[in-house]
């Protein structure tokens, strides 16, 4: 898949899913050859190192008129090279077990490494790299037990709310939420693993959204992004078959939504959630 390449304006020069990432530290592995480079990102008075002697006040810089005063989107470029980043997890370009560094990844993506830098650290938070000192990010190896026991944790959460906007809200309620099923559809027939995970997380939001509570939105979809991470490798053709299977169980989960069948609905979200 195609490099994103962040432009002078914060934008992404591509709405492509980002290419294979970097890999650099000792350990890691090398650096695909970057494209090249329209930005180079953006660097705050505190990286530079600018401050006045001991004593002394700094200069002062002339106001730049309201009209003319740029616009720094140095917070846009770190959070596009982290949806970059979590979509090469989620894709496997990011390996199980490999050590990549700031600097080689900035290279890969056209831009410093301190946006980067501040793009896995939040992953670590998040718990999918960890830091290796002097070396880089090393992301983490997941096993079976650990993707079952978040697709539990899921079906404990959304699948009670579910049920219970089944029996409440009114059937023809639900025909809203099938262009983003059928999204899932298109996403999982592409075969592309990051692509799908974003059309996934999008069902499942809207659905849990009808509820009117945000915090049990945004938990839930934190603990989906977990679940998408791979236990490692790259997507196989068996990836793509379950992929479309899953996205076909959204499609038959809104069908018995609207024909009120709620054993049904019951059943296809204990299958749902077992089957992740």
Do not use: K
């Not at 410093?112 to 650290?121: D, K, L």
Request: aromatic share 4%; with cysteine; glycine share 10%.
């Amino acid at each position: 898949m195609p490099q994103p390449r962040v432009t002078r304006d914060g934008l992404p020069a591509s709405a492509d899913a980002p290419g294979a990432a970097a890999r650099g530290g000792s350990g890691g592995r090398a650096a695909p050859a970057p494209g090249p480079a329209t930005h180079r990102g953006f660097d705050t008075p505190g990286d530079r190192g600018d401050r006045g002697d001991r004593g002394v006040p700094a200069a002062r810089t002339p106001a730049v008129p309201p009209a003319t005063r740029p616009v720094i989107q140095r917070a846009s470029v770190r959070g596009q090279i982290l949806d970059a980043l979590r979509a090469a997890l989620v894709s496997g370009e990011l390996a199980p077990g490999e050590v990549y560094s700031a600097p080689a990844l900035g290279e890969s993506f056209g831009v410093s490494a301190t946006p980067v830098r501040e793009a896995m650290q939040q992953l670590a938070v998040e718990g999918a790299v960890e830091v290796v000192p002097n070396r880089g990010f090393r992301v983490v190896q997941r096993g079976a037990r650990e993707l079952a026991e978040l697709a539990e944790i899921r079906g404990l959460i959304e699948a009670p709310v579910l049920l219970r906007l089944a029996r409440t809200l009114p059937a023809d309620h639900w025909d809203d939420m099938r262009p983003l099923a059928e999204e899932t559809a298109r996403a999982a027939a592409a075969g592309c693993r990051a692509t799908y995970a974003e059309a996934d997380r999008d069902f499942h939001r809207a659905l849990l959204g009808l509820a009117g509570n945000e915090q049990l939105v945004r938990i839930a979809d934190e603990l989906h992004r977990r679940a998408q991470w791979p236990l490692g490798g790259s997507p196989t053709a068996r990836d793509r078959l379950e992929l479309m299977a899953d996205a076909a169980q959204h499609i038959a989960l809104l069908d018995a939504l609207s024909a009120e069948d709620h054993s049904a609905v019951e059943a296809l979200l204990r299958e749902h959630f077992v089957s992740m």
